[in-house]
């Protein structure tokens, strides 16, 4: 994966910068800021969140496939498009969870317990945000997967045609 191709691989470089900032101003000018914690805290939940569409697209999620691999090339099929079905209807629970805590840190005002009471609701709006591309990005690929089965050609398990 290359740092350019995702928005949420360009959080590791600025936590790296923030962490590096707070270290000089605690250790050499004896006046820490206190903050690297609080927001490299968020722009991990970012990061992880913002990212999880990324790296389905690129096949970078964990894949175990002993018992597949043995099954005939029509059960493996439709086994992935059922498998992708799960993932999306999953992506799609996750995504309602994410709004419910979004609207609770709202009605309430929810902010951090540090210095600064940072509004929660832009970095836990990082989550929602994310299982919504993931739920996209999951239309699609069943969609696709659909076509595919329909004529007859194999699939990968993200949607991909692959030879027979």
């Known amino acids: ?11 590791v470089p600025v936590m790296m ?4 900032i707070e270290v000089f101003m605690r250790y050499v000018m004896n006046q820490p800021l206190m903050i690297a914690d609080e927001f490299s805290a968020y722009m991990l939940v970012a990061l992880t969140f ?22 005939p090339p029509k059960v493996v099929n439709w086994a992935r498009l059922i498998a992708l079905i799960f993932a999306f209807t999953f992506a ?24 600064l009471h940072t509004p929660l609701q832009v970095p836990q709006m990082t989550i929602f945000i ?3 591309l993931l739920a996209l990005l999951l239309i699609t690929q069943i969609a696709k997967a659909i076509v595919d089965l329909r004529s007859g050609r194999n699939i990968d398990d993200v949607g991909e045609v692959v030879s027979k």
């Open 17 to 20: 910068v923030l962490v590096l």
């Open 130 to 132: 994310g299982f919504i």
């Open 50 to 71: 913002l990212g999880a569409a990324y790296t389905w697209k690129e096949k970078g999620h964990v894949r175990i496939t002993a018992m597949i691999s043995r099954l």
């Open 92 to 115: 799609v629970i996750l995504s309602q969870g994410g709004y419910h805590f979004i609207a609770l840190s709202f009605r309430f005002g929810f902010s951090s317990a540090t210095w």
């Open 1 to 11: 994966m290359c740092i350019r191709d995702s928005f949420a691989g360009w959080l």
